[in-house]
């Protein structure tokens, strides 16, 4: 029977306290952290490797960029150059908020959305020099005009 | 929606020549004077990891210009920790807190920090 269940049955389930019967066994504080305590040789282990990969992106080439872009801003036109307002560094993600994507005109792609939501407060990545910007595809010219989120 | 971030809104070919025309991603770039260089490029389900300071810290050319990082020679990198700050205090209090260095001090030998 539950293996016919949806997804959403499945969630009700969850949500009422229904566990799947193949859960992991109790056991003792004792146990518990000797359990956790073997497991933390890979948390390290992983935590070093995404070091070096970072190391590794560190020495990636740069491309120069060559063409002059242009784009909207809050304070009108501004070039790739603009978007760093100062800093070193800029980051650009890309989010679908335009005609066409789902949830327009009145949201930004749900995934989109939920990664904007995610970004934590900018102070302490600029407190490192950088900068992190969105930017959205061109608004039709016949969609009314998008408000500024 | 609430987001504090900047937008901006692409007029040319700026999504096509980074690889987000079709779907979402994240690219890092850094500047020499007017000069601008793309630096690193994530999407996918590594673009779903970004959101915290580290997380984009780490695709960065200058990655978190801390002391420990395995970074090119002069790279600008300063002590862990003691660069942190409330995030409305940074502007004000630039200068590093000799009370917060000395937190961070203590906490290195009895809390094993740096591991």
Not at chain 2, 24 to 30: M, P, R, V, W
Request: overall charge negative.
């Amino acid at each position: 029977m539950a293996s016919k269940a949806t997804g959403k049955e499945k969630d009700m389930q969850h949500r009422k306290g229904n566990l799947p019967k193949n859960t992991p066994p109790i056991v003792s504080a004792q146990e518990w952290e000797a359990a956790r305590e073997q497991l933390l040789v890979k948390e390290k282990s992983f935590t070093r490797s995404r070091d070096a990969l970072a190391a590794e992106r560190r020495r990636m080439p740069w491309l120069a960029v060559e063409k002059k872009y242009e784009f909207d801003g809050p304070k009108g036109k501004a070039s790739l150059l603009d978007l760093f307002d100062g800093r070193r560094q800029l980051i650009v993600y890309r989010a679908f908020f335009e005609p066409g994507v789902f949830g327009w005109p009145e949201h930004a792609c749900r995934g989109c959305s939920f990664g904007a939501d995610q970004v934590a407060h900018l102070a302490h990545l600029n407190a490192r020099d950088e900068w992190a910007g969105r930017c959205r595809g061109t608004p039709s010219p016949t969609a009314s005009t998008p408000t500024s989120p | 929606m609430g987001w504090e971030m900047p937008w901006y809104t692409i007029t040319d070919s700026f999504d096509t020549d980074f690889a987000v025309n079709e779907w979402h991603g994240t690219n890092a770039f850094i500047h020499d004077g007017d000069k601008v260089f793309r630096t690193y490029f994530i999407n996918s389900r590594g673009d779903e990891a970004m959101g915290s300071t580290w997380n984009y810290l780490d695709i960065t050319a200058l990655g978190r210009q801390e002391e420990w990082e395995d970074s090119p020679e002069n790279y600008p990198q300063t002590a862990p920790y003691k660069w942190w700050n409330w995030h409305d205090a940074y502007a004000a209090d630039a200068s590093v807190d000799p009370g917060w260095n000395k937190v961070v001090d203590n906490a290195k030998v009895t809390l094993n920090l740096n591991d």
